[in-house]
């Protein structure tokens, strides 16, 4: 739980707004590229396609740096790792870097990346069609992510009290899985690719919930899944960084689109990913990899605004004791 003042905000909206004024081309650079360092993870989630396709393809040395994807078990390891300075960027959820930057961590968050499309939450009951419908019931999610958050956020909009009105049940995306199989929950939250796995094996099972969707609801837009972020000592050291890897990003989403096969067998190779189920994924409509600058007044405006709800829904929900240990990370 943390707070943030309107000096607060504005102290980041300016982090966001990193200037690009003044970078270089990557032509301009010498020969020897510099390298950038980034957080992944071991698990079977597209984070670390984006990083594994990024390298298989050379689109960082076409933009001039070398990635070093460093590789993280947990999803609280991956962002340790980017907050100790292990690793110069990662591409997380934007209320996380909210966080730890007013835990002191210094970075600019530079650009935008998947969409909340990738982010819903299944149900079996026929009954049950939408958020309101589990009032009284069981809901699997995990709760030290940013998905939940989103999710409550939408639900008190929608005047439900995630946790009192409907029963959390803290589990991550695979066990909250593995729960509504076998019918201890009535409804779990997973993102992709977990949600493409999920439809083809279960194809009774509805979509009851999803972020991007409701997002808009509430906001008039999309809202995004994951951004890309640099640590400010990285951007001091290699000044061209943000430019260079929001390059090398772009070329990752334009490649995903175009050359979906391959992107397929990139997921299957390193992911261990069923073949078909990237490619899943892009046809649903639920994988969106969409990379603007974070510098552009519109794109700033909109990351800006998840914050701002964050906050704003942090002060306006009291927390109860089974409540007090939950980390948004």
């Excluded at 990193?18 to 993870?41: D, E, M, N, R, Y």
């Excluded at 007013?102 to 499309?117: C, D, K, N, P, R």
């Excluded at 990738?118 to 026929?126: H, P, R, S, W, Y």
């Amino acid at each position: 739980m943390f707070k943030m003042s309107r000096r607060g905000l504005a102290a980041l909206a300016a982090v966001i707004a990193f200037a690009v004024v003044g970078f270089t081309a990557p032509s301009a650079l010498a020969q020897q590229k510099p390298v950038i360092k980034v957080s992944s993870l071991t698990l079977p989630v597209f984070n670390p396609l984006v990083w594994n396709i990024m390298k298989a393809r050379g689109f960082d040395t076409k933009n001039g740096f070398e990635l070093y994807i460093h590789a993280y078990p947990s999803i609280s390891a991956f962002y340790a790792g980017f907050a100790t300075g292990e690793t110069d960027a990662l591409i997380g959820g934007p209320t996380i870097f909210q966080k730890l930057y007013q835990e002191g961590v210094a970075l600019s968050i530079i650009g935008t990346g998947f969409t909340l499309a990738d982010l819903v939450i299944f149900a079996k009951d026929e009954s049950i069609k939408s958020l309101a419908d589990l009032k009284g019931k069981q809901l699997a999610i995990d709760m030290g992510g940013s998905q939940f958050q989103v999710v409550k956020i939408y639900a008190n909009a929608k005047g439900i009290d995630l946790g009192k009105d409907i029963t959390v049940v803290n589990a991550n995306f695979g066990v909250a899985r593995a729960q509504l199989e076998a019918g201890r929950v009535d409804a779990a939250l997973v993102i992709e690719p977990l949600a493409s796995i999920s439809s083809k094996q279960h194809p009774d099972w509805h979509v009851i919930f999803n972020g991007a969707e409701g997002w808009k609801e509430i906001a008039g837009e999309a809202g995004w899944e994951i951004v890309p972020a640099m640590r400010a000592d990285a951007i001091q050291r290699v000044p061209n960084g943000p430019k260079m890897l929001l390059a090398a990003l772009q070329d990752v989403a334009s490649y995903m689109q175009s050359n979906t096969a391959d992107a397929d067998k990139i997921a299957n190779e390193t992911l261990k990913l069923p073949s078909g189920i990237f490619t899943a994924a892009v046809e649903s409509k639920r994988l969106q990899m969409i990379v603007k600058p974070a510098w552009e007044p519109a794109t700033r405006k909109s990351i800006t605004d998840m914050m701002e709800r964050a906050v704003k829904d942090r002060k306006s929900t009291r927390l109860n004791s089974s409540h007090a240990n939950i980390s948004y990370a």
